[in-house]
């Protein structure tokens, strides 16, 4: 694939555009590294940039949003878990009428504690903005909330990935059918009267419709409402609930963990740190027919409503498919080194891919090829049956072979319903993924529970599924150190331990639960791999052991450092384990402001717990971090709740 690289400067933007030939990905970034701060005063702060796309003459396959988040640099990263939105503003030119198509909706992450390199990024697909999406655009970053902007903030790309080729659906009209925030739980004004029906006519060219809905819960009254209450949506078209849901999301297996707020508690359709993705409802009508579309949520009242249901949907008409049998590659899971898989990776066994089917026929089988480069390929049979637009999550068999260190990974996919693809040029994917690390034949895996136990179990499995090694839960004490070594034959495994609450091994939230850590080691008490307690649902490790000693992933160079408790009257605890003596500082600094009020030097520390009494500093939120050899190994933000005042 062609990617041509071509700098645009306009008078009223800069704006950089990727360009290729037919068939190939076209690549505009609105918005580059820009630096994004609130506006305490109103609450809400507009970053407009003008783009431009594709002519309409180019035809389009597919449309992907992607955003990136970082540290500024001359700023950390801000704080809150606060509602922001990419909108088109503007078609044609800075004259053109206002269009405030919300087409992205972004939900920041806790970012209080991450480091100035970090960074990540949310992919969407936005394919069915096609029709908006062209020639020149004016792109809006709404960044919300109210926390201090002179010190946080973030740094943000917005990228739109564009695929030329026969769309899957040729576009013919789009209608916004509700935007906005809605009052839920009002007595004197149900959201029913603000969700009224809405109808419309198909037009001539009209033979398929989608409905995409983008909402979340927002607010808090005294039953958590919307934020952290579960409650039903339904969807109705002419007169017939074609969809019930409830407007809830998990949270505790975020691939964006941990982070310094309250990133694993359940909420209403998002979680700290998500791109959200919209549902999708396909409905197959007939030209010139009119037809009814109305959301209704839950009933429900209270006193002092607070809570708000933030609902943008929309109504795309299309011509029929443009293909009957054809079925493309959306994902590939495992392995990959993208980061919203990394809970899953790096593995040594079982591929997991996403497949679509694009074609209006019925999915009910195509052939899988997969394999490393430079390693023998396999083929996989898929057997099944998929609708227009579903999607299949496959596990393929296998291990994952690859070299040490970065490997490519390819699948391509044949033979839909046993006859050719009518479209090949989304047929085939490839990811760069790193090898999973090899240990020898005997480890330690060292467990340190915490005061709820009962919530925890672990198991080694190799890549067959059968179990090697147990904790099963119920079986754990309180506080108690579980040392157990394996020992396993040459092979792939994986190691997994469980929070039933999902609340991992500490919660700063949880005071009451304490803290325990989970270590991986070698029989000489080596430190092999840290796992963060703070994890949320589970800890998945994968790993190779092999004999040859040559493979053999060296111990860790970063030490293993804790903090609890993180919010406190004054005394929190930090204990550490390094694989040799190292001189060792630790900074105390306070927040806002990153005021040094205690340093700490340990010259040559290689395991200790220390106690910190911060009761003679004002309440407010201070830093620990660790440094060894004079670079931050380790950053933690702490509140001081009781201090003196």
């Not at 078609?91 to 504690?113: C, E, F, H, Q």
């Not at 039903?232 to 609930?241: A, T």
């Not at 495994?493 to 609340?503: I, Q, S």
């Amino acid at each position: 694939m062609k990617i041509i690289l071509l700098s645009l400067a306009f008078t009223f933007c800069s704006v950089s555009l990727l360009w290729s030939k037919t068939g190939d990905t076209i690549r505009v970034v609105s918005h580059d590294q820009t630096v994004v701060v609130t506006d305490p005063a109103k609450g809400v702060k507009a970053y407009r940039r003008w783009a431009v796309f594709p002519s309409t003459k180019v035809p389009v396959r597919r449309i992907n949003l992607l955003v990136t988040f970082g540290c500024p640099d001359s700023l950390r990263c801000a704080d809150w878990d606060y509602l922001d939105h990419i909108y088109i503003r503007r078609k044609g030119g800075v004259n053109s009428p206002s269009l405030d198509y919300p087409i992205g909706r972004m939900l920041t992450p806790y970012g209080g504690a991450f480091g100035q390199d970090w960074s990540f990024d949310w992919k969407s697909d936005i394919t069915d903005f096609s029709l908006l999406l062209r020639d020149s655009v004016e792109i809006e970053y709404e960044h919300t909330g109210y926390e201090p902007n002179n010190d946080r903030g973030w740094k943000i790309t917005v990228t739109f990935e564009i695929v030329e080729g026969t769309p899957v659906l040729e576009p013919v009209s789009i209608l916004k059918l509700y935007d906005g925030s809605f009052l839920y739980g009002d007595s004197t004004q149900s959201i029913e009267e603000k969700l009224k029906p809405v109808s419309f006519v198909t037009g001539k060219n009209t033979q398929h419709t989608r409905i995409l809905i983008f909402q979340t819960g927002h607010g808090m009254d005294a039953n958590g409402c919307g934020e952290f209450c579960s409650r039903y949506r339904e969807l109705w078209f002419d007169g017939k609930m074609i969809d019930k849901r409830n407007i809830w999301k998990k949270c505790g297996d975020n691939p964006l963990y941990p982070q310094a707020g309250t990133w694993l508690i359940d909420r209403a359709y998002w979680c700290p740190g998500y791109l959200q993705q919209p549902d999708v409802f396909d409905l197959a009508v007939t030209n010139g027919a009119e037809h009814t579309i109305d959301i209704n949520m839950e009933p429900y009242v209270t006193g002092n409503p607070s809570a708000n249901e933030r609902i943008s949907a929309y109504l795309i008409q299309y011509k029929k498919p443009a293909a009957q049998h054809d079925v493309t590659i959306e994902d590939i899971m495992v392995p990959t080194g993208s980061k919203t898989h990394l809970r899953k990776n790096p593995s040594c066994a079982n591929p997991v891919i996403v497949i679509r089917n694009m074609g209006s026929k019925p999915l009910t089988q195509c052939v899988i090829e997969y394999g490393t480069d430079g390693f023998s390929r396999r083929k996989h049979v898929w057997k099944g049956n998929l609708l227009f637009n579903r999607q299949a999550v496959i596990g393929l068999p296998g291990e994952v072979q690859g070299n040490t260190g970065e490997n490519t990974f390819s699948v391509s996919l044949a033979e839909p319903n046993g006859k050719k693809d009518d479209n090949r040029s989304d047929n085939t994917m490839h990811t760069l993924f790193t090898k999973a690390p090899v240990h020898g034949s005997a480890l330690v895996f060292h467990l340190r529970t915490n005061k709820q136990p009962q919530q925890n179990g672990y198991v080694v499995r190799n890549s067959n599924g059968k179990i090697m090694y147990e904790r099963a839960l119920g079986t754990l004490e309180a506080e108690t150190d579980y040392r157990d070594t394996l020992r396993l034959a040459p092979g792939c495994y994986e190691l997994v331990l469980k929070d039933t609450a999902d609340n991992g091994l500490e919660f700063w939230f949880n005071n009451r639960g304490g803290r325990g850590f989970a270590r991986l080691l070698d029989v000489k008490g080596q430190l092999l791999k840290h796992f963060d307690s703070d994890f949320g649902s589970g800890i998945y490790y994968s790993f190779e052991v092999s004999a040859d000693s040559t493979q053999f992933a060296l111990p860790d160079e970063l030490p293993a450092v804790g903090v609890f408790p993180t919010r406190t009257n004054g005394k929190t605890t930090m204990d550490y384990f390094g694989n040799s003596p190292q001189k060792v500082t630790v900074h105390l600094v306070t927040d806002p402001g990153n005021e040094v009020i205690e340093e700490h030097i340990y010259e040559e520390l290689k395991e200790a717990v220390f106690t910190y009494d911060l009761s003679y500093r004002p309440a407010q939120r201070y830093y620990l971090k660790v440094y060894v050899g004079g670079k931050l190994v380790f950053n933690k933000r702490v509140r001081v709740e009781g201090g003196r005042k």
